[in-house]
């Protein structure tokens, strides 16, 4: 904090450090191990989309890249969907066949737009997790959400329409303060309803 935000009490907001997106494989083996939880293998990074070009040539760089297969030697597995929520914020959701794969891809998506100058664009990357005894390609009931501005992560478990489990959110949160920055003001825990992923 600088002498001037300290004679006025304001205080600076923290910079996102995407490397701790990275830190989700340690998560996860958590989540499996203490609440049978492994991920969907579905991720999403919502934004506000802005409408001018340098803003449309950073979109089309992503989903350029996103779109490589990749080579005979190192193949992606991952394929991109866009999708607006209900209050159009833009979604680049990735599907895939290896979480640290995914976790690379949304640091990418994350990263590039940061670069271009469209970090106040990036509200959150959302990860999913089911329980590990239901089918593949069961829908996520437990999500892990980055929030950007912050840097930091919460849990976030629906529990039926417009309601939420809070006993389950801070047990994860207990589980994973060791692997992940957790978000400390739980005012920001916010609901995540009809997430596209």
Avoid at 3 to 28: E, H, I, M, N, V
Avoid at 73 to 82: A, D, G, K, L, Y
Avoid at 109 to 116: G, I, K, R, Y
Avoid at 168 to 192: K, V
Wanted: glycine share 8%.
């Amino acid at each position: 904090m600088g002498f001037l935000d300290a004679l006025t009490g304001r205080s600076k907001q923290a910079q996102p450090d995407l490397s701790r997106l990275f830190a989700l494989s340690g998560a996860a083996i958590d989540l499996q191990v203490t609440e049978n939880l492994i991920p969907t293998l579905t991720t999403g990074v919502c934004f506000k989309r802005i409408e001018t070009p340098t803003f449309a040539e950073a979109h089309a760089e992503i989903l350029g890249l996103l779109n490589e297969k990749g080579d005979e030697n190192n193949p992606s597995t991952v394929s991109v969907r866009e999708s607006t929520d209900s209050f159009n914020y833009q979604w680049i959701v990735l599907d895939g066949a290896d979480f640290n794969e995914l976790v690379t891809r949304t640091h990418f998506v994350n990263s590039t737009l940061a670069d271009h100058g469209f970090g106040p664009q990036l509200l959150c990357s959302v990860f999913g997790f089911r329980q590990i005894t239901t089918p593949v390609g069961s829908p996520a009931t437990h999500y892990l959400v980055y929030l950007f501005k912050q840097g930091s992560f919460y849990p976030f478990v629906p529990n039926g329409k417009d309601r939420r489990d809070n006993e389950a959110e801070l047990r994860i949160q207990r589980e994973i303060e060791g692997d992940l920055t957790i978000e400390s003001d739980l005012t920001r825990w916010f609901p995540m309803w009809d997430l596209p992923l």
